[in-house]
């Protein structure tokens, strides 16, 4: 059972007067107080919302999604007029979705939120984040996620399976209840977890973290792309603002470890001979003829004249190391990879898998 909460009104200087809990409107006023402050679970631990009523692939809708400052993404369900193993089965379905989701996906979320929220206008889930945690959003995130059942109450069976995947299972789901009091026109709120949550480990996480100098790029095109890429030298990015933006992070002299996209492996290790360019301008020498990089690949790339916002940008390499074919990439347990086109990692997994493809490739 929650911790049972009393509230007392001091009449009189020493007479106390029980402030009895009454009933609230969980359907939809809870919910308008957790989104305006939604401090009021998290505290002492700091989220921020990135989504309401999230439709899902599964036909469900979460109720509030948010992100922590280590960038792991936290489901809040209200219980509602749902039953309780409903509420507890609903909220593992929208974790088994939620886990899937990629960098672009829960940016979207939060862009449609943002425009829905303000007449349509909105910032840049990387921008928000820096806003409202006053750090850089790290490069991975939803690598870790938690879920938060919010109620008045849960029925002691309910509460038995909660504590038995959490506590045997390591399954990160919680329940966070709420009673509400009426004091003639004032009103309070009282907040109890099920288990109370520990913060220590979190904030460790969120701590800056020392970044080996090395850059990652994912070159995740189809195969004569980048084939064309290793021949060349250069790399493209595109398909839409965030993925094109990354690209300006990469400077002349700046070394870039270059990997082929979800299970293909690394391609190879360059450095950084020019910023990027619209593909629309970009030519590569082929014998000493320079072509267009548009008529060196089969692949159809966007240039700005045809789609400004989904154009693809091209950034000048020089190789020095590179695999012999496309089927050879490099790729072992333990390494790092991302959906950023460009990334500063600061992961221990980046420096251990630079190690690595200095020790295969002799660098």
Request: proline letters at 5%; aromatic letters at 10%.
């Amino acid at each position: 059972m929650p911790l049972e909460t009393g509230i007392w009104r001091i009449n009189d200087n020493t007479k106390p007067i029980r402030i009895i809990p009454t009933a609230m409107d969980f359907e939809k006023r809870l919910e308008d107080i957790l989104e305006e402050d939604i401090s009021i679970i998290s505290e002492p631990r700091k989220w921020m919302i990135i989504g309401r009523q999230v439709q899902t692939a599964y036909s469900g809708r979460i109720d509030l999604l948010a992100i922590d400052q280590s960038g792991a993404i936290i489901i809040l369900e209200l219980k509602k007029d749902k039953s309780d193993r409903e509420v507890v089965s609903q909220v593992l379905d929208y974790a088994a979705w939620v886990k899937e989701l990629a960098y672009e996906d829960l940016a979207t979320i939060f862009s449609n939120y943002e425009e829905q929220k303000k007449n349509g206008t909105s910032n840049p889930l990387e921008t928000a984040f820096r806003d409202s945690f006053g750090i850089e959003i790290p490069e991975e995130i939803n690598t870790n996620h938690e879920m938060v059942i919010v109620a008045s109450e849960l029925h002691p069976e309910s509460e038995r399976v909660v504590r038995y995947l959490q506590k045997n299972y390591g399954v990160p789901v919680n329940a966070v209840f709420f009673s509400f009091f009426k004091d003639g026109d004032a009103e309070y709120l009282s907040r109890s977890w099920l288990v109370e949550p520990s913060v220590g480990e979190e904030l460790d996480q969120v701590k800056p973290k020392r970044w080996n100098g090395e850059y990652y790029a994912s070159f995740g095109y189809q195969q004569d792309v980048v084939e064309a890429g290793m021949k060349y030298g250069f790399l493209v990015a595109g398909g839409g603002d965030w993925y094109a933006r990354s690209l300006d992070m990469l400077n002349p002299g700046d070394r870039v470890w270059v990997h082929m996209g979800s299970g293909k492996g690394f391609c190879g290790v360059a450095t950084v001979v020019e910023p990027r360019q619209p593909v629309d301008d970009f030519m590569v020498d082929d014998n000493g003829t320079q072509k267009s990089v548009l008529n060196v690949v089969q692949t159809r790339l966007l240039t700005i004249r045809e789609n400004p916002d989904k154009a693809d940008y091209a950034v000048r390499l020089k190789w020095i190391k590179k695999i012999p074919s496309y089927k050879d990439g490099i790729w072992e347990k333990g390494f790092l990879a991302n959906q950023n086109s460009v990334a500063r990692p600061t992961s221990p997994k980046w420096d251990y898998t630079v190690e690595r493809l200095k020790t295969i490739w002799g660098i």
